[in-house]
């Protein structure tokens, strides 16, 4: 039984890999701007979430937005977490690719995380980590190739400028998280560092400081007074601050059995910006597929935003293998 829930477990491995390699081939850019608040990949939130539940899981996805001044951006993501009972810790990788619309910039980036619990409390505990990110931004390949065949004495070239290499960006991250039964929040903090790589750049300055703080309570359905496990609701809470930024959405999210559905408001108090979005999800054994979209409305242009997620997510649940009694049961977590 072992061996065949063993085989069973790589096969599955083998198609979500076939499946994420697919969507980098077809969703290959992407920006990596603070403005996404991710839907279903809590490892974006904070770096804590590495090798959470001692589970191993891989998510990929695709965030898109339609900007009122007429910009198109998008972010893909890829992360592979999972816990290492030797280090008692968390690990985590990041890839990033992205598009910036507006000045028509690529950016590729990696990154890795670490996290560790320290002390718990009760059936609490709290998980420091830190996380380093690394991206590189070009010129968008096709624009640059047009503006190479361009006579630039009568017709300028595209934004951002004649060279291909724009700049770099180092962004370490620290988190903390502090997880229970009854609740999880945390608040994660980055810092920008910038290395210039054109003579001429038109690209904005960005803000080097971000906080990003989420509180998200868990409670379950009710049924004649009795906890009724099929059905579990966790609103969340989450609010980005920087020097130019400030986002927030409050929602829920709720399962029931293999489907997920969520209902959120996210506002934009710097640009002013307001709007709801919705979620929807399967589960398929350790699969997840969730689709998020919503819309908003941009009071100073008086026009229509619009955003959307999708996500991959396969979770392999931790096994407790005992090694002095190998045939034993296997451990619950708690």
């Known amino acids: 039984m072992d061996r065949e829930r063993d085989s069973i477990l790589k096969k599955r491995l083998q198609i979500g890999w076939l499946v994420v390699f697919f969507l980098i081939c077809h969703f290959g850019e992407a920006q990596t701007g603070h403005e996404f608040l991710p839907f279903s990949n809590k490892l974006l939130l904070n770096p804590s ?37 030797k280090l008692k810790a968390g690990t985590a990788f990041y890839f990033y690719q992205g598009l910036a619309g507006d000045v028509n910039t690529n950016t590729i980036g990696a990154g890795f995380s670490f996290s560790k619990p320290v002390k718990s409390f009760g059936e609490g505990q709290f998980i420091p980590s830190v996380n380093l990110n690394v991206y590189t931004a070009a010129k968008q390949w096709f624009v640059h190739f ?18 291909f290499l724009r700049y770099n960006l180092f962004r370490p991250r620290l988190g903390i998280l502090w997880s229970s039964p009854d609740l999880e929040t945390g608040i994660s903090a980055s810092y920008t560092l910038r290395q210039k790589l054109a003579f001429e750049e038109e690209l904005p300055e960005e803000t080097p400081l971000h906080l990003l703080f989420h509180l998200a309570p868990k409670m379950r359905g009710k049924r004649n007074g009795l ?19 400030f986002l927030s959405r409050a929602g829920f999210q709720a399962e029931h059995t293999d489907r997920v559905f969520g209902l959120f408001v996210q506002n934009n108090y710097s640009d002013n910006v307001h709007g709801m979005a919705g979620m929807w999800g399967w589960r398929f054994d350790h699969f997840r597929i969730n689709i998020a979209a919503g819309s908003a409305y941009s009071i100073p242009f008086q026009k229509m935003a619009f955003w959307g997620e999708v ?3 396969l979770i392999v649940p931790y096994i407790d293998f005992n090694k002095k009694s190998p045939w034993a049961s296997p451990k619950k977590l708690h």
């Open 146 to 163: 047009v503006d190479g065949m361009l006579d630039k004495e009568i017709e300028p070239p595209s934004p951002p400028g004649e060279e």
């Open 49 to 85: 979430y590495a090798g959470f539940d001692k589970n191993t899981s891989v998510w990929s996805g695709l965030q898109l937005s339609r900007l009122p001044e007429n910009r198109l951006n998008h972010v893909f993501s890829l992360t592979y977490d999972k816990w290492s009972d």
């Open 311 to 313: 996500s991959l997510g």
């Open 227 to 245: 906890t009724s496990k099929p059905y579990k609701i966790a609103p969340e809470l989450i609010i980005l601050y920087s020097e130019g930024l």
